[in-house]
C-alpha cells in the first residue's frame, strides 16, 4: 500500500503545489483540504499516514486542529508548515504532539526528505500496532515457519529466553530471519504490551547513529535546533533490536557498553544522565570472534551481548522446511497481493530442495513474489521465472490478470518491484554483491543503485558466498 497524506492550507495554489510534486516524489496519494474544519471531516471518514498543516488558517488554525487530531488519534503522524517569522508558534506545536515542523518558503528537496522521515514514522507506529494486535490474537510463531528439528530448537530456545529480561544475541546469515526472531521475542516477554524499536545499524552513517540511539539536546550540533528522544528512550520499558550490530564502529560500541552495563546514557549535548528500563535484542550475520580477533569488535562488548545466543540455521541446513515455507510464502503474498491462491509445481518444487538458497528465507520469498507475478495460471513453474536452480530471470511481462483488481499506482509498482528485484538481484548475482561492479554493468551511479536497493529492500548481503 502505498503511503497516504492530507495536506491542510487555505491557499489553493500551495495544495496544488503539493500536490504535484510530492506524489511523484514520495510515491503517495495526496488529499487536500481548505481549512481545519474541512480537514476532521476527510479524517473521519478516511485512514492517513501523515498530515501535513498550515500553522495560520481562517478559523480552525493548524494548532487547534493538531490538538483535536492528537484528541482522536494520538498516533497519527502531524507536520506544521509555518511561515519564517512564526517559529515560536511551531514550537508550540512540537510540544503539543507535531512530529516536525517546516518552514515556508521551502526547499522541494528538504520537504521531501523530512516528509520520508515522517511517513517511516508513521509505518514504524502502524507497524508495532499491527505487531501487538496479531501476537495477542494468532500464534506467537505466525510467520517464523519450520518443522524441521532444528527449527523446534529455535522456538524452544525462543520461548526460554522471552521468559527472562537478559540480553539476546541472535546469529545467522542474511534472510534467516533474525528480525522476526526478535519480534517473536518480544512479543512472548513479559514486555510484550511495551513498544519495540527495531535499529537497522548499516543503514545509519555513525555520525547520525549516535544521535539516533541515545537523542541530543537543541544546540549539540549545528542543525540540533530542538531536542530530541533517541530510541532508547522510545523503547522505555520495552524492547529495542540493534540488527546487525556486527557492522557498527568501536566507538558506538564503547557508548553501547554503559547502556548495558549500567542502562543509562547521555543525549548528545546534555550533561545529565537518562536511565532507562530497556531489554536489548541484537543480531549479525558476521562472525564476531573474528572481528575480535582483527580488532574490529570490543571482546567486553561481545560477552556483554553474548549472554543469551540463539544461531538461526541457514535454508541449505533445513531443506525439508522449503515445502511448508513455500506454501506459508504463498498464502501470505497471494492474499495481500489480491490474488488467488497459486502452488509451484513439483518439477520447481525439486528444483528448490536443490538450489543453495545463498539469501535463504528472503532469496526464496523475491522467487516466490515473482512467479506470483508472472505465472499466467494458478501453478507457478520454472518457465515463469526462469528458475535454472542457480539463476532466475524474468523473461516475460506479467500476467495481464494480476492487474485486474490493482488501481493503476499499485500495478505500476508491483510491476517495478519485480523488474527490479530480477534484474538487480541477477546482477549482484553476477558480481557476487559486489555493489560497485554491479553499478558498472547496468551504467548506474553507485549512489543510485543503492537507492533503489534500499526502495525494494534488495540486500547485496544476499548474494555474497558465506564463509566455508
Not at 517559529?87 to 515542523?101: C, M, Q, S, W
Not at 515457519?145 to 532444528?150: I, M, N, W
Not at 557498527?248 to 554503559?258: E, H
Not at 543509562?264 to 570472534?289: C, H, M, W, Y
Request: net charge neutral.
Amino acid at each position: 500500500m502505498i503511503a497516504s497524506i492530507l495536506v491542510v492550507d487555505d491557499e489553493m495554489d500551495m495544495q496544488q503545489l503539493l500536490k504535484r510534486s510530492l506524489e511523484p516524489a514520495l510515491n503517495c496519494r495526496v488529499e487536500t483540504a481548505s481549512s481545519g474544519e474541512m480537514a476532521l471531516s476527510v479524517l473521519a471518514d478516511n485512514q492517513f499516514d501523515l498530515v501535513l498543516a498550515d500553522i495560520k488558517m481562517p478559523g480552525m488554525d493548524g494548532l487547534e486542529l493538531l490538538e483535536l487530531i492528537k484528541r482522536e488519534s494520538p498516533d497519527i503522524t502531524v507536520v506544521i508548515m509555518t511561515a519564517f517569522g512564526s517559529i515560536d508558534l511551531a514550537v508550540e506545536a512540537i510540544k503539543n504532539g507535531a512530529y516536525d515542523f517546516i518552514t515556508k518558503p521551502f526547499d522541494h528537496n528538504s520537504l521531501v526528505i523530512q516528509l520520508e522521515k515522517a511517513l517511516e514514522r508513521s509505518a514504524l507506529l502502524k507497524e508495532n500496532s499491527r505487531l501487538k494486535k496479531a501476537c495477542e490474537n494468532a500464534n506467537v510463531f505466525q510467520d517464523i515457519v519450520g518443522e524441521s528439528p532444528p527449527m523446534q530448537r529455535v522456538f524452544e530456545t525462543i520461548q526460554m529466553v522471552a521468559n527472562t529480561d537478559l540480553t539476546v544475541l541472535i546469529t545467522g546469515e542474511s534472510g534467516t530471519g533474525k528480525d522476526l526472531t526478535a519480534r517473536a521475542i518480544h512479543a512472548l516477554s513479559p514486555r510484550s504490551k511495551g513498544p519495540y524499536v527495531p535499529v537497522n545499524c548499516p543503514t545509519v552513517p555513525e555520525q547520525i547513529l549516535e544521535s539516533e540511539l541515545f537523542g541530543y539536546r537543541k544546540g549539540a550540533f549545528t542543525h540540533a535546533t530542538r531536542n530530541k528522544r533517541g530510541m532508547f528512550q522510545e523503547a522505555h520499558k520495552g524492547s529495542i533490536f540493534l540488527d546487525e550490530i556486527g557492522d557498527i564502529t568501536p566507538v558506538i560500541q564503547t557508548k553501547l557498553l554503559r547502556v548495558l552495563q549500567e542502562k543509562e546514557f547521555k543525549p548528545l549535548g546534555d550533561t545529565t544522565t537518562i536511565t532507562v528500563d530497556v531489554r536489548i535484542i541484537a543480531s549479525t550475520n558476521q562472525n564476531l570472534k573474528e572481528k575480535i580477533a582483527k580488532g574490529e569488535f570490543r571482546e567486553d562488548f561481545f560477552y556483554r551481548l553474548n549472554v543469551l545466543p540463539i544461531k538461526l540455521p541457514p535454508l541449505r541446513e533445513r531443506r525439508q522446511d522449503i515445502p511448508l515455507l513455500a506454501t506459508h510464502l504463498l498464502e501470505k503474498h497471494c492474499s495481500q497481493l489480491n490474488q488467488p491462491l497459486k502452488q509451484i509445481t513439483k518439477e520447481l518444487l525439486h528444483m528448490f530442495m536443490q538450489h543453495p538458497w545463498i539469501g535463504n528465507i528472503r532469496e526464496l520469498e523475491n522467487v516466490l513474489v515473482q512467479g506470483i507475478m508472472f505465472s499466467k495460471s494458478n501453478e507457478i513453474t520454472p518457465e515463469d521465472i526462469g528458475f535454472k536452480g542457480k539463476q532466475k530471470t524474468p523473461a516475460q511481462s506479467p500476467n495481464p490478470e494480476f492487474f485486474r483488481n490493482l488501481a493503476y499506482k499499485e500495478a505500476k509498482e508491483s510491476t517495478l518491484e519485480a523488474f527490479n528485484t530480477a534484474y538487480i538481484g541477477n546482477l549482484l548475482k553476477k558480481t557476487g554483491g559486489n555493489v560497485t561492479q554491479a553499478a558498472r554493468e547496468c551504467n548506474l551511479e553507485r549512489q543510485s543503485l543503492q537507492q533503489i536497493m534500499r526502495r525494494y529492500n534488495i540486500r547485496a548481503d544476499d548474494f555474497r558466498q558465506p564463509p566455508q
